[in-house]
Nanobody
Framework: QVQLVESGGGLVQPGGSLRLSCAGSGFRFRSYAIGWFRQAPGKEREGISCISSTDGDTYYADSVKGRFTISRDNAKNTAYLQMNSLKPEDTAVYYC????????????????????WGQGTQVTVSE
C-alpha cells in the first residue's frame, strides 16, 4: 500500500520556522521526485517546491524562493521542507506528492497530477 505521510505542521508566529516531513512507503521512494503543494481556504492548490529523485535538482515557486528549502534522505524514504521567515500568507494545508516524471525547469509542478499524494498537514502563521 502506497503511503505518503506529512508531519511537522502547526501554529507559528510570523517570522518563525517549521520543518515539514514527508515519509513514503509502499513504493520505490528513491525513484520518485517529491513535490510540496499547499492550499489555503478559498484558493487554488499551489505547487511550491520539488526535488528530483536522485541528482538533487530543485525548483521553487517565487512565493517561497529564498525562504523555503526542500531536501530528501532516500535512506530514510523521507523528504523535508524547511520553512523560514514564515508569513501569514503561508497559512495553508501543505501536501507532499510523489511523481515518476521530472520536467527540466519546473520539475513536477507543471500542473499534471502527481502519482501519489499525502493527506496534508496544517500550517498556521499567526500572532
Amino acid at each position: 500500500q502506497v503511503q505518503l505521510v506529512e508531519s511537522g505542521g502547526g501554529l507559528v508566529q510570523p517570522g518563525g520556522s517549521l520543518r515539514l516531513s514527508c515519509a513514503g512507503s509502499g513504493f520505490r521512494f528513491r525513484s520518485y521526485a517529491i513535490g510540496w503543494f499547499r492550499q489555503a481556504p478559498g484558493k487554488e492548490r499551489e505547487g511550491i517546491s520539488c526535488i528530483s529523485s536522485t541528482d538533487g535538482d530543485t525548483y521553487y515557486a517565487d512565493s517561497v524562493k529564498g525562504r523555503f528549502t526542500i531536501s530528501r534522505d532516500n535512506a530514510k524514504n523521507t523528504a523535508y521542507l524547511q520553512m523560514n521567515s514564515l508569513k501569514p500568507e503561508d497559512t495553508a494545508v501543505y501536501y507532499c506528492a510523489a511523481d515518476s516524471a521530472w520536467l527540466p525547469g519546473i520539475g513536477i509542478l507543471d500542473g499534471t497530477e502527481p502519482d501519489y499524494w499525502g493527506q496534508g498537514t496544517q500550517v498556521t502563521v499567526s500572532e
